[in-house]
């Protein structure tokens, strides 16, 4: 019957629609109308503290502010929609979108992106040229002279400001020439500027840290046809992306050094920053359903990525020989495959059958670079380092996932599936691991008022192909915890309740356990070797009254991890006494409480709100029993209280107009025994120079005082 | 690429393409027999006589339910894929003629939350089934029985776009996906809570072809390339770990330590390198006291600068 009805449908539809037609004439269309808001007003911020991490990502500076202005002008089948966030601010934001409904879209966005990391750092270095960064030459002889006299250099030194910016461009055309078809064209255009703290080290006694220039573009430009049809589709896509740095390399002077020296070091260093690539991809894809409710859907990209930057020379210190390179440029080149197919079924309303393959090939074609010499820090030539011979990573991945599941009730289903993971891989310790996974859910929605999920998994990695010559002068027992054998196992379930319109709770807890063996080392295995991860939840809504709205949420997260390593010299590489383990242990309280009161007296809302994350961290470190090194001393907890507090109220003067108030208070309270102000007391620390970029603790009220007006 | 590599590499493709084919073949046979179209009915009431009585005739009852589709994408009759531009409320929700007749008999109407979420799902999939829902069918969300009507509303929608039940996209993947909302309210974080990102920045909720729904290439590099893609190379020198995810040692949901790492230098090092000399030592409070430079600040990235990878020929220890 069903199937007729399928057989017949398609038939009678056009006759159905044409009688709907002749029923309900459509009505003429309207004049185009004009739509819009504007939402603007004054700001006022008191921050005491870290006031460059308050506003990371955000501009909340005192004076007026146009948080939002949207115009809409609307035909019988187009609409035109153009609009604006936080107006001259530094995370503004515009766009614009033109529909013909059913035939094109066109849409505009310009969105910035800030990443202010500090007021207050301070540098030595001035910026010569783009990515040249020097420091006065009597300074550098007066350190070089007396290191001591650092302190006195960095002394009084001017603060600047460290930030960078994320510049958006984005252009999407959609073209509906038919029901069937559409093109696309898209076109991303990133910019990024700024500065970032970057390490620029001349080694240990000579660490340096510089603020690295950013100045980058990158071009993504998308263009793809795809039909589709009530059972089939294709799709074809090209990607291209190009990435520019306009700074290739940063040159720095070294703080410690005036003049070259064969021996003690280089007066500058030269680095290479991130070269310029290109990806370009294609991508076919296509689906078909057929009978039995099934589906079978599949695609293949195919792309390659270049990078042929210049290489630098093997030094910029002068007074070591300058070997010539083996060749002048990268020659990098990846060719990467993909290869989807999925296919799913649905024999009867009962059964749900998955099945899906996947492969992705890395294939890393650049040539090795196996110059004979190596520089170290731009003060020491080796040429007996054994890692000179470059290792490009090529990797492929294939993975399968067979699921079942089976609808017990109207509105529950249990399932079962299995997956295996298998990589195949050059230049790692494992040329091999597969991964074995097994997983079961059950999930059901009783009569919309409950929602049960859970989920079990295990999962067992092993890894094989081991090349031992890859541990070299690492101890044996080292597995890398990305690729060791690992078995895991997790849990979690949720349960959603509303039983009555006045409450709803939630409740959700989840367990994972890994477990890395080295069975052929049992216990005495190195690196990573369990990691344990909690989370329970737990949340209620309340509506007491038609105006009123609470909302309290609570969640609790640990996480614990036990890693062993073994404090040696190539001497003292098989003594096991001198062992030792760190476990790192952190717990995380988060809450957020809200209240919502609606359309009050005066037609005014209110909106009250609490929200904090607090977490403390443990590093505690352990050696083994008759162990020969001290024992250790125990470093600080690291703390971290990020807490917001907000209240809103707004009037409602008339349908057009609408007032607001927003108070919100931020607080965040940090202890960071590597990054906070008690460790990090002066830029010249012991073999060091930083640039006080540091983790501190910051306390914000602001205010709002907001008009919105709507046009319509 | 090594030969060894490259053969079994060059097995699976032709195994996938021979699979492919096969089922090309398979499809082609079954193309004769379609599966349901628009306005088709995967789950339709049978025994439902009668025809469509349109739009007027249903507001006329449901006023709320019609402000939210007069207010939504549904309604957009000059486009001829939307249910206006075919029976309105009725190609949905099934011909009404028989509902008006007897208002109170059960059944007469497809009521989507009295269907099954698979059923739901592959009515709403007979006509989203374009490139950003091209890969439900074979989800994790699909999978865990969760349906279009658990996220989206056509009636009552609290958000500005999408008809989601609530006002954002964050909170939307928040009614489940709590453990993810807890770490994005972090210290570390992505810009999410300040509203320059989403969930669906980066994960594709309807399925994709990457992993855990990424939206963007096929694996987690590819994905995070697209907005780092100083970090893609490929490189002169490549830290293997970091080709192979960036997951391995951030967590891009938020976290506690600087620049989102799973967990802070140098513990997070020392897991693989176990090696001699400064790799190994105990970097306890002696050597906070003292200092260090291995341990303050940002610790191993202090020196190892590139450790995304490096293009300076003496750049093999990511210092250059």
């Known amino acids: 019957m069903r199937c007729k009805l399928a057989i017949f449908l398609p038939i009678l539809l056009p006759v159905l629609a044409g009688t709907a037609v002749a029923q309900t004439p459509p009505p003429a269309p309207p004049p185009p109308a004009t739509t819009g808001v ?69 849409t505009f966005l310009f969105d910035q992106v800030p990443l202010l990391m500090s007021d207050d750092t301070r540098t030595l270095y001035t910026v010569e040229s783009p990515g040249v960064l020097r ?206 197919l999925g296919l799913t079924s649905r024999p009867n309303s009962k059964l749900w059958l998955s099945a899906r393959l996947r492969y992705y090939d890395s294939d890393n074609r650049m040539p090795a670079f196996t110059d ?58 494992f040329e091999r691991t597969t991964e074995d996974v097994v997983r079961a859910s059950l999930d059901t929605t009783v009569f919309g008022w409950l929602t049960l999920r859970g989920i079990g998994e295990r999962a067992a990695r092993t890894g094989s192909g081991l090349r031992p010559e890859l541990l070299a002068r690492k101890q044996p027992a080292t597995r890398h915890f990305d690729i060791a054998n690992r078995d895991r196992d997790r849990v979690t379930a949720l349960v959603q309740a509303a039983p009555w319109k006045v409450i709803g709770f939630s409740v959700s807890a989840s367990k994972g356990v890994e477990t890395y063996n080295n069975a052929e080392f049992g216990a005495a295995g190195f690196g990573l070797r369990d990691a344990d991860t909690r989370m329970m939840t737990a949340s209620v809504d309340l509506l007491p009254a038609e105006k009123v709205a609470v909302g309290i949420w609570y969640a609790y997260e640990t996480y614990s991890a036990f890693q062993r390593s073994r404090q040696a010299t190539a001497a003292l590489f098989t003594d096991a006494r001198r062992d030792w383990m760190v476990n790192s242990d952190e717990r995380v309280h988060t809450w957020s409480v809200s209240l919502d009161l609606t359309n009050l007296r005066d037609k005014m809302d209110v909106q009250v709100g609490y929200d904090s994350s607090r977490s403390s961290a443990t590093y505690l470190y352990g050696v083994v029993p008759g162990s020969t090194l001290a024992a250790p001393m125990p470093l600080p907890v690291v703390r971290n209280i990020v807490e917001t507090a907000r209240a809103e109220f707004s009037w409602a003067l008339s349908s057009r107009v609408s007032l607001g108030l927003l108070y919100r208070f931020d607080r965040y309270r940090v202890d960071d025994f590597a990054m906070g102000p008690a460790t990090m007391t002066r830029l010249d620390m012991p073999g060091s120079l930083f640039l006080g970029y540091l983790y501190r603790p910051y306390r914000a009220n602001s205010a709002w005082l907001r008009l919105s007006y709507r046009w319509q | 690429m090594s030969s060894r590599i490259r053969s079994r590499s060059m097995q699976a493709i032709v195994l996938v393409v021979l699979v492919w084919a096969v089922s090309a073949l398979v499809v082609a046979a079954a193309a004769s027999r379609p599966g349901p179209a628009l306005g088709q009915d995967p789950a339709a009431p049978t025994g439902q ?6 739009v007027a005739k249903c507001t006329s009852c449901h006023a709320p339910e019609a402000k939210g589709y007069r207010e939504g994408p549904h309604s957009t009759a000059g486009d001829p894929r939307t249910p206006a531009a075919a029976q309105g409320c009725e190609t949905c929700h099934g011909p009404g003629e028989s509902h008006v007749a007897d208002v109170g008999a059960k059944g007469r109407l497809r009521s989507f939350l009295k269907m099954s979420p698979r059923d739901v799902n592959e009515f709403c999939l007979s006509c989203h089934n374009r490139e950003e829902h091209a890969q439900w069918d074979a989800s994790m969300h699909e999978a865990r029985n969760v349906s279009c009507i658990n996220c989206h509303s056509n009636h009552a929608s609290k958000s500005p776009a999408m008809l989601l039940k609530e006002e954002t996209i964050t909170a939307t993947c928040a009614q489940c996906h709590r453990d993810k909302a807890a770490k994005m309210m972090r210290s570390r974080h992505m810009p999410v809570r300040e509203g320059k ?18 939206r963007a290439g096929n694996t987690v590099n590819e994905l995070c390339a697209t907005c780092h893609t100083e970090k893609r190379g490929p490189f002169l020198w490549e830290h293997p770990p970091v080709r192979e995810s960036c997951a391995t040692c951030h967590d891009p949901h938020g976290s506690s330590n600087d620049r989102m790492l799973v967990v802070r230098p140098p513990m997070l090092c020392q897991r693989c390198h176990v090696g001699t000399g400064h790799q190994v030592t105990i970097y306890d409070g002696a050597q906070l006291l003292a200092g260090s430079n291995r341990l303050v600040n940002r610790s191993c990235v202090n020196c190892h600068s590139q450790i995304h990878g490096s293009n300076h020929p003496s750049g093999s220890r990511f210092q250059r």
């Open chain 2, 197 to 214: 990102m989403e969930c669906t920045t980066c994960h594709n909720q309807h399925g994709s072809t990457n992993v855990r729904m990424l």
């Open chain 1, 372 to 429: 004979p010499s190596y520089v170290r820090l731009d003060q020491l030539v080796t040429t007996t380092f054994t890692a000179i011979a470059t290792r490009p990573l090529s990797f492929t991945r294939a993975n399968i996932d067979l699921d079942a599941s089976y609808t017990l009730r109207p509105f529950t289903a249990l399932r079962v599936g299995y997956s295996r993971d298998a990589s195949d891989r050059e230049n790692r310790i």
């Open chain 1, 135 to 340: 420091i006065a030459d009597a300074v550098q002889a007066d350190v070089q002279a007396s290191a001591s006299r650092l302190a006195g250099a960095v002394a009084g030194l001017g603060t600047f400001r460290m930030e960078s910016r994320r510049k958006l461009t984005r252009l999407d055309v959609v073209y509906r020439p038919t029901r069937e078809l559409d093109l696309k064209f898209s076109l991303l255009n990133t910019v990024r500027e700024g500065t970032m703290p970057w390490g620029a080290t001349f080694g240990f006694s000579n660490a340096a840290e510089v603020a690295a220039p950013i100045d980058t573009r990158t071009t993504d430009v998308l263009a793809g046809v795809e039909w589709v049809t009530a059972n089939r589709t294709f799709r074809v896509t090209y990607d291209g992306s190009w990435f520019d740095n306009h700074v290739p390399a940063l040159v720095w002077d070294n703080p410690w050094r005036a003049v070259d020296s064969a021996t003690l070091g280089s007066s500058q260093g030269r680095m290479a920053l991130w070269p310029d690539s290109t990806l370009h991809s294609i991508t076919a894809a296509g689906s078909i359903r057929m009978r039995a409710r099934t589906h079978l859907n599949g695609g293949v990209t195919i792309g390659r990525g270049r990078q042929n930057d210049a290489l630098l020379p093997l030094t910029i210190n002068a007074q070591l020989p300058q070997t010539p390179l083996s060749r002048p440029t990268t020659e990098a080149e990846v060719r990467n495959l993909a290869v989807n």
């Open chain 1, 38 to 106: 504007v939402d603007l007003g004054l700001r006022f911020t008191d921050v005491s503290g870290d006031a460059a991490r308050y506003q990371r990502f955000r501009d909340l500076g005192n004076g007026g502010f146009i948080d939002g202005l949207s115009v809409e002008r609307r035909g019988p089948n187009w609409n035109l929609q153009i609009g604006g966030n936080q107006v001259g601010r530094r995370d503004q934001r515009y766009w614009a979108q033109y529909r013909h409904s059913g035939r094109l879209k066109v």
């Open chain 2, 49 to 54: 006589p009668g025809g469509y009585v349109g």
